[in-house]
């Protein structure tokens, strides 16, 4: 079953689907301005088992939660190029 987020929970993952953050950074990259409130979604977050906490005041997505970046996603595949195969 998919965890229901609310908007503003959404805009945290979001943005924690960069790497870690912490809570100065999410007031910085969200529309949430207040830095409690930020606390508060994390909070709410990590009782979800969607984020956990790293080291104090730092924070990223749980891996095993259904909204990690999959590692395919992150992959770049650049096809190899042999000798004669390049466009004239």
Same mark, same amino acid.
């Given at each position: 079953?998919?965890?229901?987020?609310?908007?503003?929970?959404?805009?945290?993952?979001?943005?924690?689907?960069?790497?870690?953050?912490?809570?100065?950074?999410?007031?910085?990259?969200?529309?949430?301005? +207040?830095?409690?409130?930020?606390?508060?979604?994390?909070?709410?977050?990590? +009782?979800?088992?969607?984020?956990?906490?790293?080291?104090?005041?730092?924070?990223?997505?749980?891996?095993?939660?259904?909204? +990690?970046?999959?590692?395919?996603?992150?992959?770049?595949?650049?096809?190899?190029?042999? +000798?004669?195969?390049?466009?004239?």
């Amino acid at each position: 079953m998919k965890e229901e987020l609310t908007e503003k929970q959404d805009e945290v993952v979001e943005v924690m689907r960069e790497g870690r953050v912490t809570p100065d950074y999410l007031t910085d990259q969200t529309s949430i301005d +207040a830095k409690q409130t930020i606390q508060y979604h994390l909070r709410e977050l990590r +009782a979800k088992g969607v984020v956990q906490r790293v080291h104090t005041g730092l924070y990223e997505l749980d891996p095993s939660s259904q909204f +990690a970046p999959d590692i395919a996603d992150e992959l770049v595949f650049d096809s190899p190029t042999r +000798a004669g195969d390049e466009d004239v």
